[in-house]
């Protein structure tokens, strides 16, 4: 009789355990646990003020917790351990550490000043130091990638709103990272450009790109999403397949929510 052996899970890309933030009296992150594999795409939901934004910058050591660990791709973020106690790495160690952690933000965040092409070259030489011809001619198939080949020499002032959200997240791609995350990536679009944002991340997804993405854009949670998180007032209130928390929510907290949005 033959035997089939279960499939190995994939590792945890993302590990955070108990991560607790506050910003003076206000309690903004409230105990945080969350596993994300590699591979998958975690899309996280939840009314403003619940803390998504804040989760995602602790993932980068933008923001630092006060409490608990997040570690990515199985090391610490932001610390190194020794014994029991946790030290804060130098900056550069965690500027170093931020190179396999793409940030996608709402507003885009590029160099005004710089072209399109300088805009995605910029980093891989100056924090990687790559060569700059080997820079170039990875930053030239990352646009025609997100579909910006004819844009290299445009600066960013001179593209659409939707146009410069995909450099933002060629810009990312371009220190190969092991993880992405997206904060609202389509929320400062107007409606007809969200489709071209949507579409460049939802190629990410087929191909296997890591990614944490927190948005308001349900269909797009359900189509492409491995695992919904919803939070709320500090915590994550429910998670799991897109299928169990859109359709299927067991709390009423998400249900409200949702009966909202949809």
């Given at each position: 009789?033959?035997?089939?052996?279960?499939?190995?899970?994939?590792?945890?890309?993302?590990?955070?355990?108990?991560?607790?933030?506050?910003?003076?009296?206000?309690?903004?992150?409230?105990?945080?646990?969350?596993?994300?594999?590699?591979?998958?795409?975690?899309?996280?939901?939840?009314?403003?003020?619940?803390?998504?934004?804040?989760?995602?910058?602790?993932?980068?050591?933008?923001?630092?917790?006060?409490?608990?660990?997040?570690?990515?791709?199985?090391?610490?973020?932001?610390?190194?351990?020794?014994?029991?106690?946790?030290?804060?790495?130098?900056?550069?160690?965690?500027?170093k550490q931020r190179t396999r952690i793409g940030f996608v933000f709402q507003n885009f965040n590029l160099f005004p000043h710089l072209t399109v092409l300088d805009n995605?070259?910029?980093?891989?030489?100056?924090?990687?130091?790559?060569?700059?011809?080997?820079?170039?001619?990875?930053?030239?198939?990352?646009?025609?990638?997100?579909?910006?080949?004819?844009?290299?020499?445009?600066?960013?002032?001179?593209?659409?709103?939707?146009?410069?959200?995909?450099?933002?997240?060629?810009?990312?791609?371009?220190?190969?990272?092991?993880?992405?995350?997206?904060?609202?990536?389509?929320?400062?679009?107007?409606?007809?450009?969200?489709?071209?944002?949507?579409?460049?991340?939802?190629?990410?997804?087929?191909?296997?790109?890591?990614?944490?993405?927190?948005?308001?854009?349900?269909?797009?949670?359900?189509?492409?999403?491995?695992?919904?998180?919803?939070?709320?007032?500090?915590?994550?209130?429910?998670?799991?397949?897109?299928?169990?928390?859109?359709?299927?929510?067991?709390?009423?907290?998400?249900?409200?929510?949702?009966?909202?949005?949809?």
């Amino acid at each position: 009789m033959s035997t089939t052996t279960p499939a190995t899970p994939a590792p945890a890309m993302v590990d955070i355990r108990s991560v607790h933030k506050s910003f003076g009296p206000l309690d903004v992150l409230k105990g945080i646990d969350l596993e994300v594999r590699a591979g998958e795409v975690t899309v996280v939901l939840g009314p403003s003020g619940s803390g998504k934004s804040t989760l995602l910058r602790t993932i980068n050591h933008l923001e630092k917790v006060d409490q608990g660990t997040i570690s990515v791709d199985g090391r610490l973020v932001g610390y190194r351990r020794s014994g029991d106690k946790l030290y804060e790495l130098p900056e550069r160690e965690i500027l170093k550490q931020r190179t396999r952690i793409g940030f996608v933000f709402q507003n885009f965040n590029l160099f005004p000043h710089l072209t399109v092409l300088d805009n995605l070259v910029e980093a891989p030489v100056s924090v990687l130091k790559r060569p700059r011809k080997a820079a170039v001619e990875s930053a030239r198939r990352l646009l025609g990638r997100v579909g910006l080949a004819d844009k290299a020499d445009a600066y960013p002032g001179q593209l659409s709103g939707g146009q410069q959200q995909r450099v933002a997240i060629a810009r990312a791609l371009a220190l190969e990272p092991a993880l992405l995350l997206f904060d609202e990536p389509t929320s400062a679009l107007d409606p007809e450009l969200v489709g071209e944002v949507l579409d460049v991340i939802r190629d990410l997804a087929h191909q296997g790109t890591t990614m944490i993405v927190v948005t308001h854009e349900i269909g797009f949670a359900r189509e492409v999403a491995d695992t919904v998180v919803f939070m709320d007032d500090g915590r994550i209130v429910e998670q799991g397949t897109p299928g169990e928390v859109l359709d299927r929510p067991r709390h009423e907290r998400t249900r409200a929510f949702l009966s909202k949005v949809l």
